[in-house]
């Protein structure tokens, strides 16, 4: 004869099941946040928490200064940001677009565009194109050591015309 005792199923019924479930949830967002919010790297444009923290570059004043103007050292995969070499000395400038937070990428002709909505900013980050209307922040370069490598504070901007010479 078949049993046909009726019991709760299993799943979802229990709290120990809703507990499972829940943390499942839980884990299942965090590895979405933690892929699709990396402060916005290089390889994934979207916008993700700003970079606080300074960020040792392996570019030395001395060493960059020896380059061609417009020389760009990419650390959008460190700190969200660009060191460009101009005629009056280095600067940094964040990669971090000011519409809604993507990354701006370099382009061939030497501007940056930024993927999601098609900004576009020159290499001092001067906007050229919305729909950001503000330029991309400096950031505040200076040697780790002195002659050593130099170091970028995303946490601190400066003004756009400072430079390390
Ligand atoms: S986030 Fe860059 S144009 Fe919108």
């Keep these: 004869m078949p049993n046909h ?4 199923p299993a799943a979802l019924g229990s709290g120990v099941d809703r507990r499972a479930f829940c943390l499942g949830a839980l ?4 590895a979405l946040a933690s892929s699709g919010c990396g402060g916005g790297s290089a390889a994934d444009p979207m916008p993700g928490p700003a970079p606080t ?18 020389t760009t050292r990419d650390y959008r995969n460190q700190g969200s940001f660009f060191l460009v070499r101009d005629a009056t000395g280095i ?10 937070g993507c990354t701006v990428g370099l382009s ?11 900004s576009q900013y020159d290499l001092a980050g001067a906007n050229l194109v919305g729909p950001a ?4 922040a400096h950031l505040e370069v200076t040697e ?12 601190r901007p400066v ?7």
Excluded: Q, W
């Design 159 to 165: 003004a756009a015309a400072a430079r390390l010479s």
């Design 53 to 70: 923290l300074p960020v040792t570059t392996t570019d030395t004043k001395a060493g960059l200064l020896a380059t061609p103007n417009g």
């Design 5 to 8: 005792e009726s019991k709760p």
């Design 144 to 155: 780790a050591t002195p002659g050593g490598f130099l170091t970028v504070n995303p946490a």
């Design 91 to 100: 600067y940094a400038m964040t990669a971090i677009c000011t519409h809604l």
């Design 133 to 136: 209307v503000l330029p991309l």
């Design 108 to 118: 061939s002709g030497g501007s940056l565009l930024c993927p999601c909505h098609g």
């Design 27 to 30: 884990a299942a967002g965090l």
